[in-house]
């Protein structure tokens, strides 16, 4: 089993204003920012770059004057192979000029990406865009019941968005299943950038534990997929339906063999008598303490001893434990015993 980090990277590094409390926030905010983007294909020789309002941008042929953000001025500074800490140096005159020698002046087209005066990326013609709204509509498609998890502890909620990418991470806490006598739920991360700040990609997983870090902990079955932003990347939205549709399948599958399972624990006894429950557990790895205490507590409820009675208070009993690994370790003992139903 892995701990995953994806989404615990991403709570240290985004401000609160690219935060989102749900997926329909999310969304709409990613819709909003598609709706007000404009594309440019402009020949080199009609972009020029220039001082507007003491900020580097660009002016287009037949269009308005953009000014740089940092992430379309690094983008620049690359495709005219200068360093962007030198140009960062000089004067504004100067940092112009040197845009308008070195950027490139071949027959190849750029591709803007612009937005309410500000230069959201710049691109050659290799790069093909995927909006981080056409991605979200295949997550709500096929996974609109799993929600973000648990704020972290810095109040990051797990749904990003800024001006270079996006990130999502979703789980379903409404659907444990026993996977080899353990509990685990499904969940995934999904992201994207619109100006070619990382790759198109999504990772599935089923976890047992989400801490306030938002490590994803002991997360078996993990699919990785991702794609960088040429021809075909559009491919990429068909492979990621296929993988939520794959996990959303898996997870229903598994729904209804737990819920089968759990309908047999409550019919089926572990024995007649306390002696022949207290072996039938002390065999399967459970504490003689935790036993006795649970043996009283079914028989207090009823003389049937039956599996789900006997995982029924041994989780009563496992919830007064204060050291959360020793828990854990019983909790895991305790769900085997579901095994024995199935």
């Not at 240290?12 to 709706?35: G, I, M, Q, V």
């Not at 612009?114 to 979200?136: K, M, N």
């Not at 990772?203 to 938002?214: D, G, K, L, S």
């Amino acid at each position: 089993m892995a701990n995953l980090k994806r989404a615990y990277r991403q709570l240290f590094a985004r401000p609160e204003d690219e935060r989102f409390s749900s997926l329909e926030d999310l969304y709409t905010h990613c819709s909003n920012l598609k709706d007000h983007s404009t594309v440019h294909w402009q020949h080199p020789t009609d972009v020029f770059p220039m001082n507007i309002h003491g900020n580097l941008g660009l002016k287009l042929s037949g269009s308005s004057a953009y000014e740089f953000n940092d992430w379309s001025f690094g983008q620049a500074c690359q495709l005219a192979e200068v360093k962007k800490e030198t140009v960062n140096r000089l004067r504004i005159e100067t940092a112009t000029q040197v845009l308008s020698e070195t950027m490139p002046n071949g027959s190849k087209p750029y591709q803007l990406l612009t937005r309410s005066g500000s230069i959201r990326s710049i691109h050659g013609v290799s790069y093909t865009r995927l909006f981080d709204a056409d991605l979200l509509d295949v997550v709500i498609d096929e996974a609109s019941d799993f929600e973000p998890p648990p704020k972290g502890i810095n109040g990051g909620t797990g749904l990003y968005a800024g001006e270079q990418d996006m990130f999502a991470f979703l789980i379903d806490d409404e659907s444990w299943v026993d996977i080899g006598g353990e509990q685990f739920a499904p969940g995934f991360f999904v992201w994207n950038s619109e100006v070619g700040r990382r790759t198109v990609g999504i990772e599935t997983f089923w976890f047992q534990r989400i801490c306030a870090n938002h490590i994803v902990w002991d997360a078996t079955e993990v699919v990785s997929y991702s794609r960088k932003h040429t021809a075909n990347v559009l491919d990429a939205v068909d492979e990621i339906r296929s993988l939520l549709r794959r996990l959303v399948q898996i997870r229903d599958q598994r729904k209804d063999a737990f819920a089968k399972t759990i309908g047999n624990a409550m019919t089926t006894s572990l024995g007649s008598t306390k002696e022949e429950i207290t072996k039938a557990l002390v065999n399967h790895g459970i504490g003689m303490g935790y036993v006795k205490e649970a043996v009283e507590m079914m028989a207090s409820q009823s003389s049937s001893f039956t599996i789900f009675q006997a995982v029924d208070s041994l989780t009563r009993i496992s919830g007064r434990i204060s050291n959360a690994g020793d828990r854990a370790e019983q909790d895991v003992k305790i769900g085997r015993l579901l095994t024995l139903a199935v």
